[in-house]
């Protein structure tokens, strides 16, 4: 059993940690460095909560290890809103269009949406809409994460 | 749920990497992507003693061309693919393949290679490998050696790689002009493995069938190449074509069996219609489904 030292930068700010090789991101992110708003669901790839950007992508935090993103830029949902609470559009928008109902997928949700609708990197709409198939809601709330986003990707999609 | 224990490696070079893979006996894992060995590592369907990092392999990453063939590292981001312009113009069936491949996030780790060394028998890209005639090139400390891809898959995950082996490249035979893509997929929602899927380039000359690579994923225990279609269309005059008679000869050629999501009789019934829905679009056909 191997142990690394890693450093990334996380919401902003730098971090050391040593990791053993088999641990995986998701669990990095709420065991060490506090990130509780990584959601892990299913911890096998299926179910989209525990989603992450890494280096400005969207990615699923299960399905890497913490070893992997040495190096590397991560944000989680606590990362998007300002300092005085104002909310990230992404998160506004899903708030204004009731698109969350338990909240358990609502992190990986975010972490999506705002990966693709990013104003200076924004993907056209059908693709922010297709992306919305990696997640899954067990509250089966879809309608108001659908309106969401789709007033975040604009067009109709 | 978590990983068993291993050792971490995360080495430079092809030449560690193989290195490693030797050491190992046989107890050693590649991962690229990991959207794949993550979810069976967790499971524990997956317990190696040494993990090897290929991520750190710079050799291993990029597309290029050269003399009517394409090479794919096969540590190429499957969203690196898809928005690759040099696989766009070289290989538009790849393309089309590969943005049927999982989800978006799970593509932003993801990569060709692995997907191809994987073998599962519903996956997109080991079928297209086989349809378009692609070759992987192998590597161990014994040496370097070519494997075509329809003589790659044994079974379900089941490959002619030897455990201290790994792929360097992914080498695809550009077709020429006049040639169309057939692809579909029938799956539940986007994202999931393949009920019934189908693959493939056509080539036409002068309103003759002069090429053709068709293969099916999700319709046997491995991906599978469409060989008697394959034979009657080339030399076919389009106008000619019968394609519901092609269609049976592609459907001769499959292994369905029955699952939880679907009966092989199911698989069959929606194979053929597919089929014959998609050459005719692909070449222009009228009423023919």
């Known amino acids: 059993m191997s142990t690394h030292q890693i450093q990334l930068t996380i919401n902003g700010r730098p971090q050391h940690a040593t990791v ?7 669990d990095f992110l709420r065991g060490d ?15 989209g909560a525990c989603t992450v950007m890494v280096d400005g992508n969207a990615v699923r935090s299960c399905l890497m290890l913490a070893v992997q993103a040495d190096g590397c830029t991560v944000t989680t949902v606590e990362g998007l809103a300002a300092e005085d609470g104002t909310l990230h559009p992404v998160q506004q ?12 997928c609502t992190p990986g949700i975010v972490m999506t949406l705002a990966s693709l609708t990013a104003a200076d990197n924004k993907a056209a709409p059908d693709k922010v809409m297709n992306a919305l198939s990696g997640h899954i809601c067990r ?6 994460i659908r309106r969401a986003a789709r007033k975040l990707a604009g067009g109709a999609a | 749920m978590k990983p068993a224990p291993f050792d971490y490696y995360a080495p430079a070079t092809i030449e560690e990497a193989c290195q490693l893979l030797s050491d190992a006996g046989g107890g050693a894992t590649l991962v690229a992507g990991g959207q794949t060995l993550m979810p ?17 392999i710079k050799a291993l990453k990029g597309i290029s061309r050269q003399a009517g063939r394409t090479r794919i590292g096969p540590i190429t981001r499957q969203n690196e ?32 290679g692995g997907s191809i060394a994987l073998g599962e028998p519903a996956a997109e890209l080991p079928a297209t490998a086989v349809a ?29 790689l030897e455990p201290d082996e790994m792929i360097t490249a992914i080498d695809v035979p550009e077709w020429p002009s006049g040639t169309v893509s057939v692809f579909r997929e029938i799956a539940q929602r986007p994202g999931d493995f393949a009920l019934v899927g189908l693959t493939g380039a056509v080539t036409i000359d002068n309103g003759r069938i002069t090429r053709a690579g068709i293969a099916w994923f999700g319709m046997g225990p491995t991906p599978i190449k469409a060989r008697q279609a394959e034979s009657a269309l080339i030399g076919q005059e389009i106008a000619a074509l019968d394609a519901k008679a092609i269609a049976e000869l592609a459907i001769a050629d499959t292994a369905p069996f029955d699952d939880l999501h679907a009966t092989a009789e199911y698989r069959r019934t929606v194979g053929r219609r597919v089929f014959t829905r998609a050459l005719s679009e692909a070449l222009d056909l009228r009423a023919a489904a």
């Open chain 1, 93 to 104: 928008a899903l708030r204004d269009e009731h698109g969350l109902q338990c909240g358990f």
């Open chain 1, 20 to 26: 053993e090789g088999r641990l995986t991101l998701s």
């Open chain 1, 139 to 144: 509250c089966t709330g879809y309608q108001g």
């Open chain 1, 33 to 47: 460095a506090g990130c509780t708003g990584v959601h892990v669901g299913c911890e096998h790839g299926v179910c």
């Open chain 2, 81 to 112: 693919a898809i928005a690759d312009a040099t696989l766009n113009a070289a290989q538009p069936l790849i393309v089309t393949a590969v943005k049927h491949v999982g989800h978006h996030q799970t593509r932003n780790r993801g990569t060709i």
């Open chain 2, 132 to 160: 378009l005639g692609a070759s992987v090139e192998v590597r161990s400390t014994r040496g370097t050696r070519q494997i075509k891809a329809d003589e790659l898959y044994f079974g379900p995950y089941a490959t002619a």
């Open chain 2, 40 to 56: 069976l590592l967790a499971l524990r369907m997956s317990q190696p003693f040494v993990l090897v990092d290929l991520n750190g």
